[in-house]
């Protein structure tokens, strides 16, 4: 019985990709470049060198993977079952989402999300192809399950994706997502020859598919602002580099980490706590000196902690359960709102909040001022350090941290951290993975510098002489001519203007 596949021959921009002997290929492609068509030929005829390039008309089997369910489901429905529904010799598993030749090889279509399946496939497996491989943990799926799965029969790849400089769902040695996408990593190590010549990158856009008018191409172009990342990435497929698209696009380590020392006794002290189980808790120590400079004295992060844990952890840290004499006293301590919301969800608790927990063990926080737009600018202005003048002269950002192991990880997250597509006034969410990574050290942060305006409010203060005026720090100018006086303990920093009380145990402050 022979089988008649409706296939649509490869596009002329395609042909060099089918034709390349690379057992490993990776196609840089933006939107309307013809991947689905290319791939479809690649699954069923095979494409390069024999036998490296051999398709399911060979008698192999080939695995079609998709970022996520959704997808795999559209590349099923839309692509697959058309061409293949009610042809002669070709049996459509829905259940499977698998397609049949007789007498030759299968096609799985499969989804990321269950990524390990594709080791069951079989001894027949030839290729694997992976669609919006810059969406996807393509570092795990590669090395960890199709990179081994193709040994037995010198399997190809064939990864096709837009670009992607935001992370992908992969995490670093430091336990931070990864950025940029793995996918990113791969295109660039073909073309600095770090691969060798079983890999080769190809690249291409919209314009080089002769089936669609130019003017149809521009007019999609239009949609974009000149200046959006999206436009580069997503009908460009560019490499994008230097911060496009990140949220806080200054961070640098050589400059926001700085050596630890002492904190000053006089330096106005501050916390913020956003509260996490599965995902990772955050406290941060927070500090600023006379001049307005935060910083970041040291965190506390962990996770799959019970309150009565977190606590404990937090009042050690504080000094109060110590007895080397040393005790850090916060003005204020901020947090989440998730500590008076998620009374459902806190385990451990039935009914009382997480709020009124932490206030019975000493720890009482204030509620964070979480506007995700101010919280963003406020956070962007405290880490800016290059001057914005003609000269662009390197300045000093007015938020830096000490050297510590957690510390470090906060840098790390806020280095990542990526403007929302949709929302770019806005950091966008990036979730943990298996608990790792996260952007949580992101909202403690940024709940904790909305907390104090950018300049400190300084109380006039007299000098440590046993004679001299009296100094009004903030303006820098004495407001008292010089008189005889005793001497006074050194200057402070007078926290900002905080009125009411916490008063119940809801968190409500009364005036």
Request: charged fraction near 25%; proline fraction near 6%.
């Amino acid at each position: 019985m022979t089988a008649e596949i409706r296939m649509a021959e490869p596009l002329s921009h395609q042909q060099p990709i089918i034709d390349s002997t690379a057992r490993h290929k990776v196609v840089r492609a933006g939107r309307r470049f013809g991947k689905t068509r290319l791939a479809w030929w690649c699954a069923v005829m095979g494409h390069g060198a024999q036998p490296q390039g051999h398709g399911m008309i060979d008698g192999y089997d080939v695995a079609w993977v998709a970022p996520d369910y959704p997808q795999a489901r559209l590349i099923w429905t839309e692509d697959i079952k058309p061409r293949c529904k009610g042809v002669e010799g070709v049996t459509l598993n829905e259940t499977e989402h698998t397609v049949t030749i007789e007498d030759h090889g299968t096609l799985w279509i499969r989804s990321a999300e269950v990524i390990d399946g594709i080791r069951g496939i079989g001894k027949r497996l030839g290729g694997v192809i992976v669609d919006e491989a810059a969406k996807l943990d393509l570092e795990y799926a590669h090395r960890a399950v199709i990179r081994p799965a193709l040994m037995d029969n010198q399997g190809w790849t064939l990864y096709m994706s837009t670009t992607n400089q935001g992370e992908d769902g992969g995490i670093d040695e430091n336990g931070a997502r990864r950025t940029p996408s793995y996918f990113n990593q791969l295109c660039e190590e073909i073309r600095d020859g770090k691969r060798g010549e079983e890999w080769e990158e190809f690249h291409g856009t919209a314009f080089d598919n002769a089936r669609l008018l130019r003017s149809e191409i521009e007019a999609l172009i239009a949609e974009y602002d000149s200046d959006d990342p999206r436009l580069d990435e997503e009908i460009y497929a560019k490499l994008l580099r230097g911060g496009v698209g990140l949220a806080l696009p200054q961070m640098s380590k050589d400059v926001h980490i700085i050596p630890q020392r002492l904190v000053p006794a006089h330096w106005y002290r501050w916390a913020a706590f956003d509260w996490g189980y599965d995902h990772p808790y955050v406290f941060a120590d927070l500090a600023m000196d006379e001049d307005g400079n935060a910083y970041l004295v040291d965190s506390l992060i962990n996770r799959q902690q019970e309150p009565e844990e977190i606590a404990a952890a937090i009042r050690a840290y504080l000094g109060s359960d110590s007895d080397n004499g040393h005790r850090i006293r916060p003005k204020l301590m901020i947090a989440g709102l998730d500590l008076w919301h998620n009374q459902t969800r806190a385990r451990g608790l039935q009914g009382p909040t997480l709020f009124e927990y932490f206030n019975s063990r000493g720890l009482t926080f204030i509620r964070a001022d979480i506007d995700p737009v101010q919280g963003l600018s406020n956070l962007r202005r405290y880490t800016a350090w290059r001057e914005t003048g003609k000269d662009r002269t390197p300045g000093v950002p007015k938020l830096r941290m000490f050297d510590t192991p957690n510390n470090l990880k906060v840098f790390a997250c806020l280095a990542a951290m990526r403007l929302d597509p949709k929302k770019l006034e806005q950091a966008a969410r990036l979730d943990a993975v298996d608990g790792r990574g996260g952007d949580d050290p992101f909202a403690c942060l940024r709940y904790g510098m909305m907390a104090r305006p950018i300049t400190p409010k300084l109380a006039p203060q007299r000098n440590t002489e046993t004679r001299g005026p009296l100094v009004d720090f903030s303006r820098k100018e004495v407001i008292r001519p010089d008189r005889p006086q005793a001497p006074t303990r050194a200057p402070r920093v007078t926290p900002a203007p905080y009125r009411g009380r916490v008063t119940n145990t809801n968190g409500m402050r009364e005036g």
